[in-house]
């Protein structure tokens, strides 16, 4: 792996990880980018690499017709639709410095994988982008092989890439709610209350398990 070593890469995932956590991180990230879509092959070679592995991890559809990054292996919203990239690449967190490095090890792994299946990567375009998305999902299958060297790095990334659409981990999640964040939508997400709070009348089990301590707070806080 060129440029920093696994250690750097993984101390930024968790370290992004970390900061989601313990902040909100209320910054908003940017959905599907309409004027970066219309660009297509303009984007950044280490940007369609990203953004490929993120629509194999998190499938959704293309963004404008003839879209190589995205497969359009199904239809409705994917990682990318729900803001992957603004996740991935903001400057509040420390990965973005290294996401160019990421990229280029993809990149390095799908031409290896292209070698070994005899498959011709078309020259004006990334290497794993330019796999199928049959052999960008048997390729991140290998990614995730028990031993890999680069294991924990694709674990961290490919979390991140669930919490981007699971969770709209990159915004507010009351805000990203209100505004139809297309990953919150998908899933089926609850809206908050009037006053943003989300509150849950119905018990899991449909029963009480125990009775409320008297000394709870009105915020719902223990004693």
Known sequence: MTGPDRRDVLQALTGTLALLAVSGFPAKAAT???ATAALGSAEPWSTQ??????DTLVPGER???????IAGAVTGPGAVQAGVLGLLGSPLLPLAPLLPSLASLLDARAVAYATLHLIWLPPDRPPFVGLSFRHRTALVGELFDEGGPDLPVWQVLALLVGLAFDTAAASDTAHAA???????AWIGFPPP?????????DFTYGRALAALHPA???SGSPA
Request: glycine share 14%; aromatic share 12%.
């Open 193 to 201: 209350g009037p006053d943003g709070l989300w509150r849950f009348p």
């Open 32 to 34: 599907t980018d309409t």
């Open 216 to 218: 709870t707070t009105p």
């Open 178 to 184: 209100a505004e139809g964040h297309p990953g919150l």
């Open 63 to 69: 963004r404008f017709p003839g879209d190589v990054v």
């Open 49 to 54: 690499t990203l953004l490929a592995f993120a």
